[in-house]
C-alpha cells in the first residue's frame, strides 16, 4: 500500500506537468498492474511453499507464475516504457531498474527470493529423485545455479572438454590417414594420430576398419648368404632324414640378459594392408649378462649362469667343458631319459677339440653340430627352439617388475623357466619340426611366414 501510494504521488505530479502526455499516463497504469499482479504471483507462490504437498501442484503454480510474469515484463517492454530492463532469468537476481529511486531495490529482493526458494525447490527435488537420506549432502546453491548457466549458455550441464577436439571417421579424415601411414608405414599409430590432430582411437579405427590395414611385427634376423641358404636346406633336409620320429633332443644354447632390459620388438611395426615380408637384420653377438639353458620336450635343464666372482665372464671352451661337466651331465642323470640327442650352434668354445670329445663320447652318433653326427646350419637362429622360443618368452616375463639387481634378474630367469609346462614344451618340439620342413621347402631362406601360434 505505501508503494502505490508513492506511485500515485509521482503520478500526480506528472499529471500537473504534463497531462496531455496520455503514452506517459498508460505506461504508468500497466507499471502500476504489473507490481500488483506480481505481489499477487509471489504470495501465492509463498503459500504454495507451505501448505503444498504435492510436487506436481507446486512446480505448477511456480511455472505459471513465472511465466505471467516474463509476460508483462515483455508486454512493458514492447511498449518502449521509459525504464530499463536488465535480467537474467535463471540467475540469483533479477532488478528492474527505473528512475523511481529505491523501486528497483524492492523488485529486485523480491525476485531474488524466488530464485532462492526456487534452489530449495531443487534441492529437494534432486533429494527425492536420487533417493539420498537427510544425513547426505545434495548440490549446493551455486552448483545448481552453476548448471543453469551453462544449460543456458551451451545446452548442456556437461563440463566443456579441453585439448582437442574429436574427428569422426569422414573420408577425408580416413584419406588424411592414408596418405600419412603410405608416407611413413613404420610409424606407431599414436604418432600418426598426433601429425594427424586426430584421436589415437580414430586413427586406430580407421587402420583396422577402414583401410583394413595391420601392424606386422618386423622379425629380427641374421642376414645370410647364398652359401648359407644351401648349406640351410641340406641340414633341414638331413635332419628330417635321420632324427628318429620320437627323438629327445636337448636343444642347447646361450644368451645375454643384462639389467637395463630386453629388446621391445612392440615399437617395430609396419602398417600395410598385406604383410611385407619385411625382415630387421641385426649382429649376431652382444655383450651381456650370459645364461645357459638346454630345452626338449621332456623339460629343460637350467639355467646356468657363466660368472666368476658373481661377475659375468665371457664362455670359453674350458668353462664350456666345466659345465657339461658338473652341470648339464648330471642333471640329466637325475632326469633318467635315455638315448637323447644334444644339439648345440657353432660357437668357437662349443666346437673345440675337447668339447666335441667330450659331446662325441657323452652323445655317440647322436650330436647335432657343426662337425657333429648332424650338422646344425650357422645363423639359424629362427631353427633353434631356444631362439625362436625360450629367450623372447623370458624376456618377456623377467623384465616386468624392472629387476634391478643382477640377483632379481636371476631370480626371475629361474622362477619363469621353473613354470614353463609341458605341453608348452611339445608345441616347441612340433613348432620346430614345421620349421625344417618350410625352411627346406623356401630353398634356406629365412622363415617369414612362420609364427608362433602353434608355440
Given amino acids: 500500500n505505501l508503494f502505490i501510494s508513492y506511485m500515485f504521488n509521482k503520478f500526480k505530479i506528472l499529471i500537473n506537468y504534463s497531462f496531455s502526455n496520455i503514452i506517459i499516463f498508460t505506461k504508468l497504469i500497466l507499471f502500476i498492474f504489473f507490481i500488483n499482479f506480481l505481489k499477487i504471483g509471489i504470495i501465492l507462490f509463498i503459500i504454495s511453499e507451505i501448505f503444498s504437498r504435492y510436487k506436481r501442484k507446486k512446480s505448477l503454480l511456480i511455472t505459471i507464475t513465472l511465466r505471467i510474469y516474463f509476460f508483462l515484463l515483455q508486454l512493458i517492454e514492447y511498449i518502449n ?141 641374421q642376414q645370410l648368404s647364398e652359401r648359407d641358404f644351401v648349406a640351410r636346406q641340406n641340414a633341414c633336409e638331413l635332419l628330417l632324414d635321420n632324427l628318429p ?76 667343458r666345466s659345465m657339461i661337466e658338473e652341470f648339464f651331465l648330471p642333471s640329466l642323470e637325475e632326469m633318467n631319459v635315455r638315448d637323447v640327442w644334444f644339439q648345440q650352434d657353432g660357437a668357437t668354445a662349443h666346437t673345440a677339440r675337447d668339447s666335441m670329445n667330450l659331446l662325441r663320447q657323452r652323445f655317440p652318433d647322436r650330436l647335432i653340430s657343426l662337425r657333429g653326427d648332424l650338422p646344425w646350419p ?22 616386468v617388475d624392472r629387476p634391478r639387481t643382477i640377483d632379481h634378474l636371476k631370480n626371475n630367469i629361474r622362477d619363469a623357466i621353473a613354470n614353463i609346462p609341458i605341453d608348452m614344451l611339445r608345441r616347441v618340439d612340433e613348432n620346430f619340426k614345421k620349421r625344417l620342413n618350410q625352411c627346406m621347402h623356401d630353398g634356406g631362406r629365412h622363415l617369414t611366414d612362420v609364427i608362433f601360434k602353434t608355440v
Fill in 245 to 320: 620320429q620320437d627323438a629327445v633332443v636337448f636343444f642347447s644354447d646361450e644368451a645375454h640378459f643384462h639389467i637395463s632390459g630386453s629388446v621391445n620388438k612392440q615399437n617395430m611395426r609396419y602398417w600395410s594392408g598385406e604383410n611385407p615380408r619385411e625382415l630387421h637384420q641385426k649382429p649376431l653377438h652382444c655383450e651381456r649378462v650370459t645364461v645357459w639353458c638346454a630345452i626338449s620336450v621332456m623339460g629343460i635343464i637350467g639355467p646356468y649362469f657363466f660368472e666368476e666372482n658373481e661377475r659375468a665372464v665371457t664362455v670359453s671352451a674350458a668353462r664350456y
Fill in 81 to 221: 516504457s521509459p525504464f530499463t530492463i536488465a535480467d537474467s532469468i535463471y540467475g540469483s537476481t533479477f532488478f528492474i531498474v527505473t528512475d523511481f529511486h529505491g523501486i528497483h531495490v524492492i523488485i529486485g529482493t523480491l525476485f531474488l527470493s524466488v530464485c532462492l526458494i526456487s534452489v530449495v525447490a531443487t534441492q529437494r527435488a534432486f533429494r527425492a529423485r536420487f533417493e539420498i537420506p537427510p544425513h547426505r549432502l545434495v548440490p549446493g546453491r551455486n552448483s545448481i545455479l552453476s548448471w543453469v548457466n551453462s544449460f543456458q549458455e551451451c545446452g548442456s550441464v556437461a563440463k566443456p572438454r579441453n585439448g582437442r577436439q574429436r574427428n569422426s571417421r569422414t573420408p577425408e579424415a580416413v584419406e588424411r590417414v592414408r596418405q600419412s601411414i603410405l608416407r611413413s608405414p613404420r610409424r606407431s599409430a599414436r604418432k600418426h594420430a598426433v601429425a594427424l590432430g586426430i584421436s589415437d582411437t580414430t586413427v586406430r579405427r580407421i587402420l583396422h576398419e577402414e583401410l583394413q590395414f595391420h601392424p606386422y611385427k618386423l622379425a629380427v634376423v
Fill in 378 to 399: 650357422a645363423r639359424s637362429p629362427d631353427l633353434s627352439p631356444c631362439d625362436f622360443f625360450l629367450w623372447g618368452y623370458l624376456k618377456s616375463l623377467v623384465y
